[in-house]
Every structure is written in C-alpha cells, then in structure tokens.
C-alpha cells in the first residue's frame, strides 16, 4: 500500500483521473493526501534541510560551511532542480544569507566582517558595494608581495580603489626600458648589418 510522499505516513486515495503533470493514473494512489504536496514542495524549506547539516556550529562564532569549497575558499552549493536542469552553483554564504536574512540588494555583494570566507554565519556578512569590499580586504595588508612597507611615500592607489608599491613599480619600469633598449640595439644592429 502507498503512503503519502511527505513522510507523514497517511494513505492517499485513488486518483479519480489521470492527469500525467500530476503523475495520475486513474485508479492508482496519488503521491499525496490533500494540502500535503506543500510541505514538500516549499523550496525554502527544503533548501534549509539541505544547507544546515553541511554548516559546523561548533568552531566559535563562526558558522563554517564544509561541504565543497572552490579554489579561493568559498563555500558552494547547488540551487535548483536538477529534474528539471535548472540548477546553478551559488556561493554558500549568499544562499544561507538569502535564506535567513534575505535577498542582497542589487549592486551589492556581501562582505565577511570575521575575514573567514569559509563562514556563512548572517551575522558576520554585511551587503557592501564591491569597492568597499575590496578595500576592506586590503586593509589588513601591510607589505607588498616582495616586502615593501606599505607607507604614504611608498604606495600609490589605483584608479579602482587599489594599492600598488612605488618601490616595486620603479623597478619595473625600469626592468621594462632595459627590455626596450636591448631590443632597439639589437634591432639597430641587424639593420645596419644588412646595408
């Protein structure tokens, strides 16, 4: 004997009719007792079963996502129906913010206050604007990548709101007119050699 497909254990009646988008076969039990394909069918909810059991309570205040990750440390998961070849990968933290607090406003992107991108904790995410995020992420660096202090004399911001290193920068340009000369030499002399 069937039971209904919510889990609650009822019996659901023969269909009177077929009816193929419902999966109705007259005669057949139906996948649900009435008002129950609801539970089943609220995204949210099955979203939330599907997001807590991958979420570690445990590591401080920090609500730290171990399911898969990709290659910059954020958190990722499947939103969708599979069926129906719907689904897209969404960053953890943004679906578990979406689901608790809600939707991000449009031209912001949310920032980790805790800094831990493995985090999908509401509380340690804030909607900024990408600029903002940016500069926050930078705040804590220092050096440059070759160990130059960042200092007012010593650093130069980009246009885009960012930070590169005047010491690094001289030496690259100056790397890049020795490239130049050598490559004029050598293009001055193989025309004066063919005259």
């Given at each position: 004997?069937?039971?209904?497909e919510c889990g609650c254990g009822g019996t659901p009646n023969p269909a009177p009719y077929s009816w193929a988008a419902k999966g109705w076969v007259k005669g057949e039990p139906v996948r649900f007792l009435p008002g129950h394909a609801a539970k089943v069918a609220n995204p949210r909810r099955a979203l939330a079963?599907?997001?807590?059991?991958?979420?570690?309570?445990?590591?401080?205040?920090?609500?730290?996502?171990?399911?898969?990750?990709?290659?910059?440390?954020?958190?990722?998961?499947?939103?969708?129906?599979?069926?129906?070849?719907?689904?897209?990968?969404?960053?953890?933290?943004?679906?578990?913010?979406?689901?608790?607090?809600?939707?991000?406003?449009?031209?912001?992107?949310?920032?980790?206050?805790?800094?831990?991108?493995?985090?999908?904790?509401?509380?340690?995410?804030?909607?900024?604007?990408?600029?903002?995020?940016?500069?926050?992420?930078?705040?804590?660096?220092?050096?440059?990548?070759?160990?130059?202090?960042?200092?007012?004399?010593?650093?130069?911001?980009?246009?885009?709101?960012?930070?590169?290193?005047?010491?690094?920068?001289?030496?690259?340009?100056?790397?890049?007119?020795?490239?130049?000369?050598?490559?004029?030499?050598?293009?001055?002399?193989?025309?004066?050699?063919?005259?």
């Amino acid at each position: 004997m069937r039971t209904c497909e919510c889990g609650c254990g009822g019996t659901p009646n023969p269909a009177p009719y077929s009816w193929a988008a419902k999966g109705w076969v007259k005669g057949e039990p139906v996948r649900f007792l009435p008002g129950h394909a609801a539970k089943v069918a609220n995204p949210r909810r099955a979203l939330a079963e599907r997001l807590i059991p991958k979420i570690d309570f445990t590591q401080g205040e920090c609500w730290i996502w171990t399911a898969f990750r990709n290659e910059d440390g954020y958190g990722q998961v499947s939103i969708g129906q599979a069926k129906v070849g719907e689904t897209h990968m969404r960053r953890a933290h943004r679906a578990v913010y979406e689901l608790l607090v809600g939707v991000v406003p449009d031209g912001l992107e949310l920032d980790h206050l805790c800094r831990n991108r493995a985090c999908v904790n509401p509380a340690h995410l804030e909607p900024v604007t990408h600029a903002e995020n940016v500069r926050r992420a930078f705040e804590g660096v220092t050096h440059c990548s070759n160990g130059h202090e960042f200092t007012a004399e010593t650093t130069f911001r980009r246009s885009d709101g960012g930070r590169s290193c005047k010491v690094c920068r001289r030496a690259s340009e100056a790397a890049y007119r020795q490239r130049k000369r050598a490559a004029e030499a050598t293009a001055n002399v193989s025309w004066e050699g063919a005259a």
